[in-house]
């Protein structure tokens, strides 16, 4: 992979309303001393992906205190829309049609460093991360028949053999990040400016399963952000585990 030749793209605009002791952005929730923010710049970075954008809109402006302290070049881009859905945000990317392959990341997840490795060197073209643990109902759901991707939502329509829960980290080619780009602008178009990029993303899973693949990262710590207890938990299980991988 020729990293210049990939750009990434963190979704970090959201309020977190569902989070009560924070009241900035949670991608500046800090584990270690470090924030959400600085991991995922420094994980990319570390694999050779430097045309970062992050997508901010509410207290942005502590987003760019972060990168200010960081000392760090990513560019800050603002979706002034930030209450509506992330489709939003993602159609006003310019890097989903730059030509360039896009990584695709939430900024509320706490991971460890082989779990985006294992995205960006994917043997597949387009790639998700799956975690097979046994999923509660807020997940969103990555389902298989077989070894087929058959739904990607949290209440999966189409029957299904076996599901994991989505990392919330994604990988696309040239042509199918240009893809999600129309397919959010469909939506929009239509002034359906709530949804989430899962739904987009969706349609493009079930019309061209083919596609894409999923790396499996079970057994590797993660968590995502939206609770007060995933907070306490992040503390509790995961960062010990990241420590020992260090």
Known sequence: MDAQKVAAIILAAGVGKRLKSWDLPKSLLSFSGLSLLERHIRELRELGINDIHIVGGYRIDALADELLRLDDPAQLVLNKDYERGSALALATNSLLRSGKRVVLMDADVLFAPG???ALVQSRYANSLLVDMHPVDDEAV????????????????EHSYDRCGESVG???????MASALAD????????????LEYETPLRDLLIEQPTMFGAEDITGMPWIEIDFDADIE??????LPRLAALA
Request: hydrophobic content about 45%; charged content about 25%.
């Open 233 to 238: 938990r992040a503390h509790r299980e995961i």
């Open 169 to 175: 980290f994604f990988h696309f080619s040239p042509s």
């Open 183 to 194: 397919r959010c602008d469909h939506y929009i178009a239509q002034g359906m400016l709530d």
């Open 115 to 117: 779990i985006l490795k």
């Open 141 to 156: 759901k990555l389902c298989f028949a077989g070894d087929a991707i058959v739904d990607f939502a949290k209440r999966p």
